[in-house]
Antibody
Framework: QITLKESGPTLVKPTQTLTLTCTFSGFSLSTSGVGVGWIRQPPGKALEWLALIYWDDDKRYSPSLKSRLTITKDTSKNQVVLTMTNMDPVDTATYYC??????????????WGQGTLVTVSS | AIRMTQSPSSFSASTGDRVTITCRASQGISSYLAWYQQKPGKAPKLLIYAASTLQSGVPSRFSGSGSGTDFTLTISCLQSEDFATYYCQQYYSYPHAFGPGTKVDIK
């Protein structure tokens, strides 16, 4: 059974760096084809794709946020970490991590964490 | 980057209705499209991928079609548990953008 859970601060100040951890079970990020992604959703708004890391350490970022994002993995701990620098109130959102299903050519999120609400405020 | 649009942005429907939601990509994405359902306060749930492949466990009243730039999600007979917001997502090229969502509420 695949599960994921996000953890990190619920409140950060403007200009600070946000560090979120996704702890998962039921799969290994050392298995070929496996990936974990981060998605966020501001209150009342749409989903926004942020970043993705694959088993082979291939990393993909949203171009609009690439300069502020870093995604890393710790295979031994079954964790993926997302850092976002220079936080702003517009970054207030629920942040989700999700397991990437990699079929033949498919790259979709089939398991999601519950999400964690991060508020940016002084 | 590929931009996704959805129509309508919201609408009201009754249980038993047949509903169709449209998703359009700003450029061709073949069949690299997924649909998700999200209920308030919950994480999204994968419904369909590869434009028309039903995710395991998803009721058969959900179906998807389309390729290239135009796609549809159809719910053949709306049930009470289907009132939610639906998002399309392309995974043809990075970033794998989501659409703005379509909210289906009770008439």
């Amino acid at each position: 059974q695949i599960t994921l859970k996000e953890s990190g601060p619920t409140l950060v100040k403007p200009t600070q760096t946000l560090t979120l951890t996704c702890t998962f079970s039921g799969f290994s990020l050392s298995t070929s084809g496996v990936g974990v992604g981060w998605i966020r959703q501001p209150p009342g708004k749409a989903l926004e794709w942020l970043a993705l890391i694959y088993w082979d350490d291939d990393k993909r970022y949203s171009p609009s946020l690439k300069s502020r994002l870093t995604i890393t993995k710790d295979t031994s701990k079954n964790q993926v970490v997302l850092t976002m620098t220079n936080m702003d109130p517009v970054d207030t959102a629920t942040y989700y991590c999700a397991h990437l299903y990699s079929g033949y050519l498919d790259r979709v999120f089939d398991y999601w964490g519950q999400g964690t609400l991060v508020t940016v405020s002084s | 980057a590929i931009r996704m649009t959805q129509s309508p942005s919201s609408f009201s429907a009754s249980t038993g209705d047949r509903v169709t939601i449209t998703c359009r990509a700003s450029q061709g994405i073949s069949s690299y499209l997924a649909w998700y359902q999200q209920k308030p306060g919950k994480a999204p749930k994968l419904l369909i991928y590869a434009a028309s492949t039903l995710q395991s466990g998803v009721p058969s009243r959900f179906s998807g079609s389309g390729s290239g730039t135009d796609f549809t999600l159809t719910i053949s007979c709306l049930q009470s548990e289907d009132f939610a917001t639906y998002y399309c997502q392309q995974y043809y090229s990075y970033p794998h953008a989501f659409g703005p969502g379509t909210k289906v509420d009770i008439k």
